[in-house]
Every structure is written in C-alpha cells, then in structure tokens.
C-alpha cells in the first residue's frame, strides 16, 4: 500500500519535473549555449556532419539527421509547439467545453438537448478523424476566403484540437452540473433568491474546478499525442516530434535516434501529463476519465 | 518533370504524369546483355514493386503515366514504335513509319496477323481509333499539337476537331503535320516518330475503348502486349499472365514472354522495397532513391543492380516568370540558383551518388554541356550582391514563397534550401501542398517556386510543349507552360530543332536553349537523379528486349527506370 | 423493443447530423457549383464532365438536397467519384474495408484476450505486485501514442529481431493465411495495447466491486472453486462495462487505426483516408468519414443491444418499458 | 425421500462438540486503526444445537460467524484464537481446508437474499453447481436433487422456479432459494447471518420455521446470527449474546430468558420489537451508541450505557464467568441484573459516542 503510493508519488515528482524542465528549456532555448539553433547544422572539425554520420554522443546528444541537423535541439524547439498547441487547445476547450456544460447542465431544458446532440455528433466521429479532416478543410478554406493570411497552420491545429478538447469536457461538466444543482448549498442559495449567474458563479464554478483541472491534465497528454500524430501523418505541424518521426522513420534501422529520441519526448511528456492528471484525480478525488 | 524524388503513399506522381507523356527515348543502361546468362527458363511468377500509382483508367488516353506506369501498360500494350538501344526508333507494332521527301506527311503500316487478346483484330482502323482517341486527351493533345486536324463536330461539342487521317489500305494510314493543327500549314518534322514512342504509342483494343466510353469496367484494360491483365486493384496490386499467343519470338525463335505471371506492386516507399527485396518478398524494384541505390551499391553481390545515368531526370526549382514576384528579376533568379549548395545538396540528399544539375539538360541529352555558361560552384558573395542591388533599387527585401510535394526528403530539401537562401538575404518561407493540388498549382501558376523534377528523354523536341511560348497560358488558366516562359532565342532554337533534319543543327540548337536558360538563370537547377534497379540473382534477361527488325528496344526509354518485362525470366539454378 | 427503436432513432440523428456536416464542410467554399464540381472532379475534367457532375449529385442545389442526394447514394453504395484514383469510391473502399475491420475486429479480439485475464488476476490478486504491475502497464498502455508503440514494436519485432516483414502488405486470411498473421500482428498489437489497457482498467475496478459482492461470498461459502467464482461468477456480472468500454474506445481504435495503416503501409479505410486528405479527394474522404461514422454508430447500437443478452434484468426493464 | 446427504456423516457422533472457539480476535485494518471486531471470542457448540448469536449492529456477531466459517478476507484481516471445526483447526487454515468444509461441512445463508443471489445465472444452476462439483452429480441427477430441494424449502412448481432468475422471485422465495442452497450438499453445520432482517414480518416467520425444521430433520447443528431476541427464544437451545466484539453472556435460551443476568442482555430484551411494532423497528431503544472498537474503553464495553454501572465497571474489565447457581449460564458482568439498583447514566462517555 505504501510503496504504491511512494511509486505514485514519486511519478508525480518526475511528471513535475520533466515538466517544468521542458517548458523552461523550450522558453529559453535561443539564449542556451548548449542547445543549437533549430536549423544549425552540426558539424565537426569543419565536415558537415549530414546523412545520420553523428549518433548521439558528444557533439549532438541525440545524433543528427539527413540534413545534419542536431536532433536534440530540434526535440527542444519543437517542444514549444507541442506545449503551445497543447496549452491554447486545453485553454479553449475548458472554456467552450465548460461554457457549454454548465449551461446545459444547469439551464437544461432544450440548452441540454442541444448541447448533448452535438456532443454526442461531436464524439462519435473519431477524434483522429475529425481533426485531420478539420485541418485540411481549413487549409483550403484559408486559401479560398480573403483576409485569412494571418491564419498559419499552428492555429489550424488549436482549432482542430480544441473542438476535440471540447466535447468530452462539455460532457463532464454537464453531469457534474447536474449533480451539483441539486446539492443542498446550491438550492439553498437558489431559494434565498440567488440569480443563476450569481449560483453558477459563486456555488457552481468552484466546484468544478478540481474535476476540470483534472480531466485538462490528461486530456492536454491526449491533446499532445494527437498534435504529433497529426504532423506524423503529414496534416500537422512541420517544426514537431511527430514530423521528426515521420521524417526519419524510415531510415529507423540505420539512424535509430532519430526517430527514437523524438518518440521518447512525446511519449515521456504525454506519460507525464497522465501521470500528473492520475495524482490530480487521486488529489480530489476525481473519478471521470477520457477514453 | 517530376516534382519529388521520394514520394509517400499521398504522393502519387500526378505532376510527372503530364510531363511524362511526352518524353520520349532515353535508351538506358549501357550494360550490354551478358551473353553468359544462359539460355531462358520458361515459367515462373515475379514479384516487381514500383513506387506510385497514378493510373486509372487503364486507356492510353488517360493515363497518368509515371515510370513504373510505363512499364506495367508495356505488359497489355505494345506501343506502335520503340526506341533502340541505339537511340534510334524502331517499328514494333507498326511494320514501318515512312516520311514524304519533305517530312510532312508520315505512313504508317500495321504489322498484319496480330489480334488483340480479347480477339479483335489489329489493322489500320484499329490504330486510327486509338489515336484520335488519345490526342482528345489533355495532354496527348498537346503532343500531337502540330498534325494536321479536320473540323469533327460531335453531339457535345460543334467545333471538335480530329486528327487528319488518310487511310490508304487495311493496313496502312497517313498523317500529315501542320503547324497548331492547321492543314494549311505544313511543315517538315523529322522527329515525329519520337512522338509515337510515348504513350501515344501504346494501342489498346477498340472494344475495351469503346466499353470505358460506355462506362464500363476500366480496370481490365485489352491490348495485344505479352501479358493480360488478371487483375487489379489501384495502388495495391495489378497481376498479369502470359499472353499464350503473343505475336512476337525472340532472337532463338522461342516464343514471348518467358514468366506466367507478373505481380506489380505497389510500395510507395523506396526504403520498404529494399527491405522487402531483402526480405525475399519481391525480386526486383526500381528507385531513383539516392539513398536506396547508395545502400545497393554495396550488396551487388547479392542483388545486381542496373544503373541508369544517361538521360535521367533533374531536379530543379520551377520558377514562375510571370507572376509579379522578385523572380521576375534575373538577378534574384540567378543569386538563389548560385546560392545553392550543389556539393551539400548531392552529399545530403542524393547520398552523395548523383551529379549537381547545371541546367535541365542531363547527361547524354541532346544539348547537354558541361560548360554552359552556369557554374555550380557555391558563390555567395556574388549571389549576396546580386541581391543588395535588387534590394537597393527597389527598396523593397525579398521574400520568396517555395512550395513542395508531401514528403520527407522535399520537406528537407525545403529546409535546406530555406538556410542556403538565408545565408544571402533572401527570406523563404515554404509549405507543403498536396500532390493534387500540386500539379494544378503550377499548371495555373499560382506559385513561386516549385520543388519540380523533369523528365529527360533524348532530343530537345520533347521539351517543346512545355517551354515554347506558343504553349504558354496567363496566370489562372492551365498552361503546360508552367513557368510561362517566353523568350525569343528559345522559341526560336526550339522551333529549330524541331524541323532540323540533320543531327548536328538540332544539337546546335539544344545547345542554345540550355545556354540561354542558363544565362537567364530560369530554373533553378539542383541535380541529376541516377536510377538502380537492384534484383535478385535469379533474375535475368535484362535489356534483351529484341525489337522485329532484330534490334534491341532499350529499358528506360523516355522515363528512366522501367524496364522491359518480356524477355525476364527467372532461372531456377541461381 | 421500444427501447431498441428509440436508441436506434437516437443514434440515426447523430449519424444524419454527423454526415450532413462533413459533407457541408467538404462543400464549403468553393465558389460556386461548377467550381465545387471541377474541384471535386480533381482538377483537369472537361465542361461537359462538370455538367455531368452538377447534375448527377445536384451540386446546384442547396446543401439539404444534396445531402438526401448523398444519402441516397450512401445507402446504394453510390460514393461517388475519387479524383485522384479516377474510379468509384465504392470500389476503391471496397477491398480497404476488408484491412480496417479484420484490424478492428483483431485489435478487440487481442485487446480482451490481455485484458479479461489480467483484469481477473489483478482484482483477485488485490494490491499485490501483479495487480501493481498490471496497473503500471495498462497506465503506460493507456498514454503511449500510438505511433510512439508502433515505432517501438517495428524497431524491436521487424528490425532488431526480423520476426515480422518491416513492409506491410494487406494480404488477407482466405489468401495466405501465414503472411496475412505475420503481416497483420503487429498493427494489430499496436492497436490492441491501448485497447487492453482501457478494457484492464474497466474490468478491474468492476471485478473488484463484484467480487465484495454477497452473491460472489456466497458462491465462495458454497464451496465453488477460485476459479469458477473468478470466470463464472464474478465476470459474468462484469462484462456490461468491457462491452460498454469497447463501444466507448471505437473512435479511439479506428483513429488509432488511421496511424497504424500509415505506419505499417496497410491498404485501409484510415490510410486511405489520409492519402485523400492529402490529395484533395473530396468524395473518398467524404465517404471514409461517412463510413467510420456509421461504424461506430453501429457498434454502439450493437453494445446497447447486446446489454440484454449479457443481462436478463435489462431484458426484462425493456419488455416491462 | 431420500436427502442428499453426503456418506461421509454417517457414523459420526450425534453429540459432542462441533465447533470450539477459542479466544477468537479478528481485527481488521483501517485506515484509522485496528478494529477489534471480534475481541476474544470463547464459545463452544455442540452438534445438533440451535445457538443463537445476538446482538446489536456492530457488536460483531456478523463477523464473527464469517470468521468460522473463514469468509473473511485475507488482506487486511489479523486473526489470532483458535476455531476448531470437527477437531480441524480453521484460523490461517489454508483455503483448499476451508473449501473442503465449505458447502459440504458447513453452510451459510445470508442477510439479504436480494444480494446474495448470482443475478446473471439461473436459480437452477446455482443450486445445482455445489451438487455437481462437490457431489458429482450428473447434470440430470442434479436437476432432480434441485426439484427436490425447491420443493424441501416449500417453493412451488419448482421445475419452473429452476429457469428463473433471482429477479423473478419475490424476497422470501429468494430467501428459501438461499436455504436450498445451504442444504444442498447436507452440511453439519448451518450459519445463518440475520436470514429475515430484510424480509416482511410473516415470511420472517415461514422462512425461521423452516430452518428449524430442517435443523430438526437433519439433525443439523445451527448457528442463528440475529438482532432479535424474539427469534432466538423461539428457534435456539442456546444463546450467546455479543457486545463490543465479546460474549456477554451464554446460556441455554430457557435459562438466559428466565433470568438475565446481563444489563445489556435486559436492555435488548426489553427492545424485543412486539407485534404492534411496525417491521424493522430499530434496537435504538437502548440509549447510546455501541463502543469504538478501535480504542476500546477500559472495563466493561457497556458500562457507559449501562444503568447499573459502578466505578469499578469502567476501570476493570469483567470476564466470562459461569453463574453460581447455573453452571451452564455464563456472564461478563460485575453488577448482574437483580444485585444493584439501576442509577442514572452518567454523561455520554466520549468514547461511546466517538
């Protein structure tokens, strides 16, 4: 029992500090001496180091690529993507999703119908699927619509990804919503006259809190996964893991780390981010889960 | 052209299509056959893996043919005409092609005896059909731009023309040029049977014709090839056997083809066919896969490869002379195209096996030079100056916007390219654009800068539709002109070489238009591409391929890489 | 029954509403009709071929016709027309539906055949190692990015120790039943490992709430082996969660499945997919979405129904309701 | 009627000893401490008896029938004492031991038959699964065995009762279920945890009646777990009575309801719910609330509900000792009923209400 919980804890330590590593070597990357500029090429004694000639070691920690690119510096780089998209996506989802949910959860009536229909629409196409369709309908979009330049492909992505952040959230809070209206607080406050902004604000909100930061933890861990595979599968982002690992797949069994090393970083910062969701959860005792 | 060098699975080669088509010759390997061989083995199933597919439906006038394209519609189809392994064209299907004194007008004599596999018979209406069927086609209508055509109005359209054609017996046919179709104007054009090389060539039967046009199955194309088709699925598999009565022996007087049966497949990754011919799950692929061929260099004991570096592709950068960009500057042309660095680009990404590109005329190519006035050396101080000066005149940075086919290896080349451009003040931002939409892009101008690969083929002919002013559009409507190129001393030259009637005044004449290019600096030229096509040992017969006038016909003709299937065989001992 | 009709109408408006948006923003802005037909044509057709389009799908109408247009041609296996394969979707689709279910049929299969076993050990074996193994795994099964355990599983399986062919080749069980196994395995361990690891987690918690249960005490003051009380007992009355928690992952499993065809270069609806995204093939992707939206629709229909079968008190709810 | 009765019963002795207990403690672990559930349990049941277990909610009667009958978890449990069931030693027996007994030995019927049935199998296959493992039997001899026993328990058109599942039975047909259950393999010993708490008043009755009557046929030893004391007058030989995890008080019912000597013994008794009571009257008559058996208050576990109380009863702990003139009646208390005048309770003792 106790082992178990310094396990959990300790992975809670490792989410933290991975965590915070990765955004503060993502922040402060331009300024590290030891971290390349993302389109540097290595080099040693003066000989492009390019076609995977370096694998890690001491001039590139996690080798070079076709290019002769430093992987490492990439990883790092490219983090802030990920992070960005990851963030901006959670950021939009909790507001909509939470928006949505508490009206419908509150109000219900036809609110409720209307939100759960396009909840359910919303969750029964694949989220994969609806993103990547999403995506490449904006691309068009953009070009055929005037006055869209200022959109680029990132915020795209935060779009696509954010409706996918909304749905499941919006179905939380509506249940949570429901439960919480008919708590004994919250009719109180209903009976002494409360108008409904002032009871979802005061009664309601607060006791969201816990379950949405929760539920934004894994879900930014999803979010993350599906930025990468997004780019993995060549409608996402080009400055992201999961295009390094589309770029160097296939050269997997000559030039390994170019492909693993940018697995690993999506893979540990999505474990990460479960593990942290998983200690939140245990935290307040959160017991909804996105599958 | 061809835009990528890699493609994905997204990336079927549409763009080489249109190119393709009109490319011709390009005899290949120099292996001579060895004669040690032994004699062939009759039977057998090969397994061949190519990388894209773009090829629905199976009629010769629609066809979006790519390389290994090329070599699958060989298997039902025989082409009228083929090129030799000593660069001339020989009759295959026809029994000759015969011009008047003065190269406008052309005979053409079908070979008699032969049938289609579904039993039709090939004779002169046959062929006819197929040929006003092809030059309606969006791009074979470009290539035969230049015959004479008759007012052929259909139920759809009152103004329809068709191809003007005298048939003279069952057997035989005339055509006659005449300059933008014009009867009236007709003009000598000695390399017409180039033409009849390509996939204009290729002669399906009028039945399969007709049940497509009725809206039938496409899939089950019928010609009077080696092989029939036994099935087909796009992008996966086509499966042929043995055409029993194949009208055609070799040199020993054995009956054609050698296999039963040939599995095409489709892995649109060079570096998954490797592994796969490794594996032992296919016995032959071909790659222009720099890093692949590289890797096979050092197995050839194990798996032969032939290599083809004479009349291959070059990748460049298509440039957009119209638009109203920077690159309408010669000077920011030519600073970006000295900009690159060639020695980089060939180490980085063609594994260091290729040659740099100083123009659109590979090795081999009529017109071919290696000093045309362009150096690929790296010269970044004289690139950097060329752009202060752009920039001080028009006070005004430059900005370059380069796009690019779905892949890996394009994306690299892009980021590449991004920091050579960098180093001398040129801002490129770049992205990707899908295979579809790639093609359409450049055909309607809505570019800057393409990724694009060019197709060779061997005289400068071939090139006409798609450099010859007359063929270029305004921005927004398609012209296969993509770059919109108009110059004077290229049409001229181009105009040349197309009447010349001797060799060495069109040689003068390619050599003009590459020098003129290179002074103007309207492609960006990178490199060449060099083919493999790595096999296991037990495969044999390569460039065997006897034509009826006992030449041989040379692999790789107009599109490097494919080869002729019918005279492989497997042998049982190796 | 009654209930059967209503969930059945249930999802039938999701599924209408679903497809009637894809095919909206496939459609959207183009500019036009003939524009729209040219673009959904791929490109170089001639004007008789857009007459032909606009008239065949009623591109000229408002959205609403042709979505009953649509319809009905969904419901006649009438897809339309891939631009980039030049050939009929329903065609094209067809034997790439063939790749995308065994997959999805595998990838359950798999997925229970790890997940009910562990499940049943670990809620037995409470609180022990194993059961703190189990959850560890299926914690990391859960998170694992589908193309990071793809890529793990090639590296290990195909490259390092060449049991599997680094190539994939969608051969199908009634060809070649040996390649079809060494060709499908890994996709499909891709797939299942996240499924095993949400059904793991599922089943768990349920068995170890059934097996505090008076019923499953009883069966043990009965004398009934561990074994027939674990399987017989106590799983029975946890299967409602794991057939619910296959309905719920669906959309997780295809999506996975859009990866996995890519990484392993199987020829499937997801691959397909992506390559008609890529291309601009307006009908294909239509078509895809259209299909694995039904897909999903089904199966969750089927996991409703099927609560009846595996419950009688539900079957029993339904009749009285 | 033959009974499926296993072989192995005959020739064994129709009295003596059945079960002994032995300072029997099982405590459980919480998150907040060790609950002594079960504190030192001494008790001795001879075969054929009827004994009732009696107490409040929580005085551990319920577990402590589990512990003989070794239902409890494994984790989480400490158990010490000794349970000796036909001379073999239960407490950390290994579990094939307990499964040899279970069912065939010794047989349990539980509080609520709504629970304690499997909802997913048919009334049938869950009467006739521990006739088919335990005795063999064939699939159509089990369905007849079944018949028989349904029809034992008084459930009519039972053929029919054996496609049915729990959910079509009403509470006291479940209930009779459960009892063929327990019977099923003919146990020696029978334990029935509160079998008609959650039943209406007259099936209560049915369904106790019933068990006595078996109990009587079969000769079967039973051990009746219940709140009330009425039941335990009407269907035991002997009693014990639990407070706080201990015995309070044992004796033969006759004897214990003809003199009580334990205060609390008095106090539940005179809670005894009478036919004017609604049904499931609660035993709150008893002012208080039972001890903290997680820091058991020193001395008697009942003095700070006790009317009787002295000083001495919350310093020392009283032990189970025979009655001087009933040598068969044994009680824990210092001042037994009829020796000191009741006082007023003292304020809630903190540990009471804790």
Partial sequence: MTVLRRLRRAGGWFAATWLVALVGLAVTAPWLPFVRAADEKVRVGGKLQSRYRLGPGRHALFGVDNSGFDIFARCIHYARNSLLVGVSATVIGLLVGGALGVAAGYFRGWVDRIVSVVIDCILSIPALVLAIVLVSRLDDIRQELPGLGWVTRRWQVVAALSLLAVAPLARIVRAQTLALREREFVLAARSLGATSRRVIATEILPNLVPTMVTVASTGLGLLIAAEGTLAFLGVGLGESWGYLIEANRRRLDKAWWATVFPCLMLFVTVMAFNLLGDRLSRRFDVREVIT | MRSVVTRRRAGAAIATVTVALVSVAGPARGTTPPAAEGDPVMGGTLVVAGDAEVTNPWTPKAMQCDSYCQQRARTFYDPLVVIGQDEKVHPFLAESVTPNADFTQWTIKIRSGITFTDGTPLNADAVIRNLQDASSGFLLRAVVGDLAKVPAPTAADANATALKVDKLDDMTFVLYTGKGGDPAKPFPWPSFPFALTSQLGLIASPKYLDSVAAGGDATKPVGTGPFMVESYAPRAKLVVVRNPNYWLKDAAGRQLPYLDKIEFRVIEDSETSAKALQAGDIQVFSTSASAVVADFRDQADQFPMNEQTKYVETNYGLVNLAADTPLKDRRVRCALSMAVDRAEYVDTLDAGITQPANGLFSPGQEGNLADNGFSTERNVDAAKQLIDDYVKETGKPVVIFYGTTNSALNAQRAELLKGWWKDIGVTMTWEQVPQDAFITTALLGKFQILGWRLHGGTIVDQQYIWWHSSASAPLGQLSLNFSRLNDPVIDENLDKARSATDDATRKAAAEAVNRQMAKECYAIPFSFTTWGTPHVKALKGFATMPTPDGAMAADGAGFAGWFWTTTLWLDPKA | MRYALQRIGQLLVVFVVVTFAVLVAMRLGAGGHRELARRMLGGNVTDQQVDEAVRRYHLDSNYLVQYLYWLKGFVTFDLGYSSANSMSVAKLLAPRFWTTALLGIYAIAVGLLLAVPAAVIQAHRRDSWIDRLGNVASFIGFGVPAIVLGIFLQLAFSLHWHLFPAIGDSIYPWQQFGAHVRNFLLPTLTLAIPQAAIYTRLLRADMVATLQRDFVVLASAKGMPTRRILWRHALRNSLLSIVTSVGTSLGGLLGGAVVVETLFDLDGIGSQMVISVLSRDLFTVQACVAFVVFIVVVVNLVVDLSYSLIDPRVRMARALA | ?354
């Fill in chain 4, 1 to 354: 009627m033959t009974r499926p009765r296993p072989l192995q019963t005959a020739g064994r002795p129709a009295e003596g000893p059945l079960i002994e207990l032995t300072d029997v403690r099982t405590h459980f672990a919480t998150e907040r401490g060790l609950v002594r559930a079960v504190d030192g349990v001494t008790l001795t049941i001879q075969r054929g008896r009827a004994v009732g277990l009696v107490g409040e909610s929580g005085s551990g009667k319920t577990v402590l029938s589990r512990s003989i009958m070794g239902l409890l978890p494994r984790r989480g449990v400490v158990r010490s004492g000794s349970i000796r069931f036909e001379g073999t030693e239960l407490i950390d027996a290994p579990r094939s031991t307990l499964r040899s007994l279970w069912g065939r030995e010794m047989a349990m019927v539980f509080q609520d038959p709504m629970t304690s049935l499997n909802p997913l199998m048919r009334v049938g296959e869950q009467i006739a699964e521990p006739l088919r493992i335990h005795l063999g039997q064939s699939r159509a001899e089990a369905r007849d065995t079944t018949i028989r026993l349904l029809t034992e328990v008084r459930i009519p058109s039972p053929a029919e009762r054996l496609r049915q599942y729990p959910y079509e039975l009403s509470g006291g047909m479940r209930q009779r279920v459960m009892i063929a259950i327990a019977l099923a393999c003919g146990p020696t010993a029978l334990l029935a945890d509160e079998p008609t708490t959650a039943l209406d008043v007259t099936v209560q009755a049915q369904i106790l009646a019933l068990l006595s009557e078996e109990r009587r046929e079969r000769n079967m030893t039973l051990v009746l777990v219940t709140h009330d004391l009425g039941v335990v007058a009407r269907h035991t030989d002997e009693v014990a009575v639990m407070y706080g995890g201990k015995v309070v008080e044992r004796a033969p019912t006759a004897a214990l309801f003809r003199r009580t000597r334990m205060p609390y013994t008095e106090a539940l008794m005179r809670s005894i719910p009478t036919v004017d009571d609604p049904p499931h009257t609660r035993l709150a008559a008893i002012p208080g609330r039972p001890p903290d058996l997680v820091e058991p208050p020193p001395g008697c576990r009942f003095a700070a509900r006790c009317a009787y109380a002295r000083e001495r009863c919350h310093a020392e702990e009283p032990s189970l000792v025979a009655s001087s003139d009933d040598p068969d009646h044994h009680y824990a208390c210092w001042y037994p009923v009829g020796t000191v005048e009741p006082v007023a309770l003292r304020p809630a003792d903190p540990a009471a209400v804790g």
